[in-house]
């Protein structure tokens, strides 16, 4: 988790009354484990503390406030995500929380480039459609999505 407030804040794992649920994008390998996800109210996933299924979280649940468009190769992050202005803040600083996050996503992005192109077009659909996305100030995945 980039920050401990994002157990305080919550916003991602709730959808509020009279909006549509959310589909979890699952990659192939999550599909199999858990079949279907989505978020109806509060995610049926969501603790105290957070998310509880630990390092099991769905990637486009971690990749949150995060998204990534594979047709452009510009990464994005959603405006409503009130930790915003200090991630991108911290992403000044290389050994800060948010730098690991950001970090480990494009890690892990570059791995589903390869392996799960059909993934990264799909969580690419539903955030565009369900979050008001703005593009990061670091791209770093650019290059090697426009070969």
Not at 32 to 53: M, N, P, R, T, W
Not at 76 to 102: G, T, W
Not at 134 to 143: A, D, F, R, V
């Amino acid at each position: 988790m980039p920050f401990d407030r994002c157990a305080e804040c919550q916003r991602c794992c709730n959808v509020d009354p009279g909006y549509p649920a959310l589909d979890i994008t699952l990659t192939a390998k999550e599909a199999k484990k858990f079949g279907h996800l989505c978020i109806q109210g509060d995610c049926e996933h969501l603790g105290a503390s957070g998310c509880v299924l630990g390092d099991e979280k769905p990637f486009s649940c971690k990749l949150y406030p995060l998204s990534f468009n594979p047709a452009s190769g510009h990464l994005y992050f959603d405006v409503e995500c009130p930790l915003m202005p200090d991630y991108i803040d911290q992403l000044k600083l290389p050994r800060s929380n948010a730098s690991q996050h950001f970090n480990g996503m494009v890690s892990e992005l570059r791995n589903l480039i390869q392996t799960d192109p059909n993934f990264l077009k799909k969580n690419s659909e539903v955030d565009r459609d369900y979050f008001e996305l703005k593009k990061m100030p670091k791209q770093p995945l650019k290059k090697e999505t426009n070969k």
